[in-house]
Structure formats: C-alpha cells, structure tokens
C-alpha cells in the first residue's frame, strides 16, 4: 500500500521556508577582510574556512574567533546561538 | 842662553807634543802647594766622583737630540747620591753596604732602625688624624643645621607612620587573599598538574565566554591568554556577585590592546567601538572606577590601568619597565569612548601618569602573567600591592584551583 499523494503534497507546503541569509565580516590584525553569507543555522565553521581560504599563511585551525570582544566562536556553533546579525563583525587572532 | 847646554835645557816653547816627559828635579817641589792648601783649593774634591761633570755634560747632549735617557739621569742620581751622603750615619748599616761580618753587631742595628722608622710613621699618623677629626667635632658644634635634619627626619617618620595606618588597617583583610588552600583542593590541583592521560583532554569550559580549559594549556608555565581571559572573566563575575566588597570595573581581555593598538594603521578606535556598548556589558565604562587593560609585549605581560575615579593612568611592569606610548593610545581611547558612549567630553590630556614606585617585581623570566592577574586582583580590592615574588607558589595555585572550580574568591 503507497501512501496517499496528497499527503505528499501536503509535507511539501509544511516545510518551512528558507531562512533569511546574513552577512558576516571576518577581520584579522593583518588587514584582511574576508565576508561570507550564510544562514542563521549553519555551522559558523563555514567562516572560519572562507577566512582561511584567504589567509594562506594562517595555518589552518590556529585561528581564534572572537564576537563583540569577548565571545569566543567555535566551528561547532551557528550564528544563532551568539546572536549574530547581519552585518555582524568576527575579529580573528592568531593563537598563540 | 847659554849655548853649550841646549840638550839638558831645551826651550819649552819648541818641545815637541810627544816628546818624552821631563824629569823632575829633585830638588823642586813635587806637586803646587801643600796638603792642606790643596783641600782649600778643591773643597769639595773628595767628596765629588770623577766623572761629576759628565753627569750634565751627558744628559745636555742626550736633551739636544731627545734621546731616550730619562732627561732626570743626571741630577736625580746626584741627588740620590747627596741624599745617602747627607743622611744620618747610624741609618746606613752595614748590611747595606754588604760589608756587615758580625751578626750580633747588625741585628741591633736593625732593629733600632726598624723602630726609628716605627716611631717616624707612628708619629706622623697620630699627628694627621687628630687633625680633622677635631675639625669635623668643631664643624658639628658650629653646625647646627644638623640638628634642623635631625628634628625634620623625626617630623617625616611620624608622617609617614600616620601614612602608613590606613595601609595597615587594609591589611588586615589580606588574611583571605593568602588563605591556604585545603588538603582536596591542593589534591585536585596536583592531580591537574601531573595526571597523566591525552594532554587536549577538556578540563573545564566556561560557558559564557566559551572558554575552554585543555589540560595542555593548563600546565603550561606562563599562563597562555585562554587562562588569562578566563581568569578575567571570573574576576568580573566575582565583581557582579559581590559588588559591596570589590570595586566596580572593567576588565578587558587580552585581544584588546592588540586590537586597538596593534592593527595595520596603528591607533584604531572603530575595530573596538562595538566592544564596550551597554547592551553587552551592562554598564558604561565612565561608570567604572577602574579599568584594566593587560598589554602583550612579545613574550611579556603589563598592565595598563585607567583610574576613572582619580583621573589618572598607571602603568605596571613586573619588569619594572615602563611605556608611555601605551598610556598615550589609552588616553585618546577613553576619550573617544566616553564620547561616543556617553557623549561627554573629557579632556585625558591633563590626567596624570601615576607613576609607582615600589610595585613587587618578578625574580624570573615565567612569572609576568601571574604577576599580572594579581595587580588586577589587588587593584580591584582597593589595596595595595602587599604580594612579592616568595608568594607565587601559592597564587599559581590558588589561581588554578579557582580555574577549576570557575569561581574567583
């Protein structure tokens, strides 16, 4: 027994529509800015790998994110959960 | 003339220059003058060398053409030779001359000697010292300045003592800053520090910064920025919970300065505007009365602090350096910060640069960031920096232990 197709339908019409996109500024002590636009529930390590795209001499996953100066992010975390907005500015440092 | 004897008695005039010497009479006398008249003569024959007119004669020549000689040759050994004539007989011994046969004979002649010049010497120093020492006596009599110093040093001591009350009445709450610590507590930061196990291993996360601790950064020697921030944290959050016993401030972490200051164009106040707005922190920073702001030089830890209250910056090196360029950043900083915060305007020109003198200072090469955390400890109690380098043992690991439980004291 198939299920129905309007039911099929139906699930289509709940889903929920997509979320609004943000954009992101990274900036480094280097001068470097690099943005990205992703969406409230992504994982923020999509910035960090955008920045360090960019930044080829920052060896990959030495860098430290930090929000509104005290707020360390981490790949694992969305932008959501910090409350990030659109136009919001990431300061990256070099760890030491 | 007679002619028939010109052999026995040639004319002198014509003798040749090497022709044999006349034989003396007899009958003539054989020398001018007598003995006596001849010392009347040359009184000084005898006592003369020889050769005493080629002592200048020679070093007259040697002088035209700068010879070598000591130019003093000549006379200083003629007057090293008149001083021995002139000096009392009984000094010049027989063991000088080398001519002394009998022991008994010279060794008494020694030692009169010896205590001759005993005497000589002991003579001249009793008579120097008396001397200025009876000056210095009389200058102190008739000096009664000293005495004006005498009562004003007593003044300032009892001054300075009146000063000192309120630092000691102070520390009579240090009893709790150097509490020990308990049998578990000191057992829970051995274990830390030796437990054996993946060094990356989480050992705390402090949620609101998300500041994880990883055993890795924990052990390291000078405590990383992680540990830093951290501490930092706790120490804001030990302010909120208690805020009748500490006083009200700001503590900004360790990226601070760097961002500030440290960016491609220098002095950059737009990169750490959004840092300190009220909706994050709570509070304006005019509100505070101190803010910290710890300065990273390379491999070294300072702090910088701006005394709201006072109006003034301080600057604190465990090294005991000093740098007024970052108190020059802070000053346009604060400035522009309660400007666009607060929109007041202060002029951070006139604040002074309170310069400390005595502030305890690190013995080592690893303990900057220990010395660091505590002069924010202190300053934020309101007491003065009563620590010194014996007592870090304890604060290392006081300070991991309050890491550990994410709870500053």
């Keep these: 027994m198939s299920p129905p197709p309007e039911q099929d339908r139906r699930l289509g019409v709940v889903k929920p529509e997509p979320e609004p996109m943000i954009k992101l500024k990274v900036l480094d002590n280097e001068g470097r800015r690099v943005f990205h636009t992703m969406r409230m529930s992504d ?19 030495s860098g430290t994110f930090m929000f509104d100066g005290s707020i360390r992010l981490r790949g694992s975390e969305t932008p959501a959960e910090h409350g990030l907005q659109d136009d919001d500015v990431i300061d990256s440092y070099e760890d030491l | 003339m007679n002619p028939a004897t010109p052999d026995l008695l040639p004319e002198r005039r014509k003798r ?41 004669m020679g070093n007259f020549i040697s002088g035209l053409f700068g010879g070598r000689r000591p ?50 010497k002991g003579s001249q120093r009793q008579k120097s010292e008396p001397f200025y020492k009876k000056a210095l006596g009389e200058a102190r009599r008739n000096d009664n300045r000293l005495e004006e110093r005498g009562i004003k040093v007593r003044l300032e001591e009892e001054r300075l003592a009146g000063i000192r009350k309120p630092y000691k009445a102070a520390e009579e709450d240090l009893s709790e800053l150097f509490k020990p610590l308990t049998d578990e507590e000191e057992k829970e930061v051995h274990d830390c520090f030796h437990a054996r196990g993946p060094s990356s291993k989480v050992l705390v996360l402090h949620e609101p ?7 890795e950064k924990f052990q390291c020697l000078i405590p990383g920025r992680w540990l830093l921030n951290l501490y930092l944290e706790l120490l804001k959050e030990r ?12 503590f900004f972490n360790t990226f601070f300065y760097k961002k500030l200051a440290c960016g491609k164009n220098g002095y950059d106040y737009k990169s750490v505007k959004r840092w300190t707005t009220r909706r994050k922190l709570g509070y304006d920073l ?20 701006i005394n709201m209250k006072k109006n003034t910056f301080q600057y604190l090196d465990s090294l005991g350096g000093m740098d007024h360029n970052v108190l020059n950043m802070l000053a346009r900083y604060i400035a522009e910060e309660v400007k666009d915060k607060s929109n007041e305007v202060i002029d951070t020109s006139s604040w002074q640069e309170d310069i400390v003198d005595d502030i305890p200072l690190q013995q ?17 109690r309101g007491l003065s920096l009563s620590f010194r380098q014996k007592d870090m043992e304890y604060f290392r690991k006081r300070t991991a232990k309050e890491i550990l439980k994410l709870r500053a004291d």
């Design chain 2, 364 to 380: 080592n090469g690893w303990d900057c960031g220990m010395f660091m955390l505590k002069y924010i400890d202190f300053h934020s």
């Design chain 2, 71 to 120: 130019k003093d040759d000549g006379l200083g050994f003629y007057k090293g030779w008149c001083d021995a004539r002139s000096r009392d007989l009984t000094v010049i011994t027989d063991e000088e001359t080398g001519t002394g046969q009998h022991l008994l004979g010279r060794t008494t002649k020694d030692w009169s000697r010896k205590a001759a010049l005993e005497a000589v």
């Design chain 2, 16 to 56: 040749r220059f090497d022709a044999p010497p006349l034989p003396r009479r007899f009958d003539a006398p054989q020398s001018h003058g007598r003995p006596s008249q001849r010392r009347r003569r040359w009184p000084f024959s005898p006592l003369l060398p020889e050769n005493f007119f080629a002592f200048d």
């Design chain 2, 209 to 215: 910064s998300n500041i994880e601790v990883s055993k």
């Design chain 1, 43 to 61: 994982k923020l390590q999509a910035v960090m790998d955008a920045y360090y795209a960019k930044a080829p001499d920052v060896t990959y996953g």
């Design chain 2, 286 to 305: 005019i509100e505070c009365n101190k803010i910290f702001v710890p300065v990273h030089k390379d491999v070294h830890w300072c702090l910088a602090i």
């Design chain 2, 239 to 250: 302010e909120k919970r208690e805020p009748k016993r500490f006083l009200k401030c700001h």
